[in-house]
């Protein structure tokens, strides 16, 4: 394949990368101390969704690397190689545990969102939940798929 092919990919990794890096370093410190001057009895709450925030960005940036190495890979010419299986599966194990976070957030999206009468913000926790999952169900999937393809590129290479 062609370089080009996966260079718009690569600008929207570079995209979502430095959103929520701007988004953990700038909005997330100032709505941290908009809740607690405005709601200081209920900022325990929007404290800990802004602290699973702020843990959710750790794998957030594993899945963005190991899909930048997934693209290089592809770059390459070896899509279906037991590294990019590996590399597939780390997207998944990333997805997965961002969801997992914000699934024990989600008391304190609904304390936050009950004080501040604020439906939306379960809402936002719900999709935050979701949207993970689904990326760690399909590279699930994609996984098993480069996986077999990759057992049957062995097996047609040592057939003579």
Do not use: Q
């Not at 990919?9 to 890096?21: D, K, P, S």
């Not at 953990?24 to 809740?35: A, E, F, H, I, N």
């Not at 599966?89 to 009468?117: L, N, Q």
């Amino acid at each position: 394949m062609k370089r080009t092919s996966t260079i718009f990919l690569r600008t929207a990794i570079v995209f979502m990368g430095l959103g929520v890096l701007a988004l953990c370093t700038l909005l997330l410190p100032v709505l941290w101390g908009d809740v607690a001057a405005n709601f200081p009895e209920y900022s325990y709450a929007a404290y800990a969704v802004f602290s699973a925030m702020f843990v959710a960005a750790a794998p957030f940036f594993v899945g963005l690397y190991s899909a930048w190495r997934l693209l290089a890979l592809i770059d390459k010419g070896m899509p279906f190689t037991k590294e990019s299986a590996k590399t597939v599966k780390t997207i998944m194990y990333a997805a997965a545990s961002i969801s997992v976070i914000y699934i024990v957030s989600m008391p304190f999206f609904y304390i936050w969102g009950d004080t501040r009468d604020a439906p939306g913000l379960i809402v936002i926790g719900l999709v935050l939940v979701g949207a993970p999952m689904v990326i760690a169900v399909f590279a699930s999937l994609l996984h098993r798929l480069i996986s077999e393809a990759s057992d049957l590129k062995s097996e047609n290479e040592l057939t003579v």
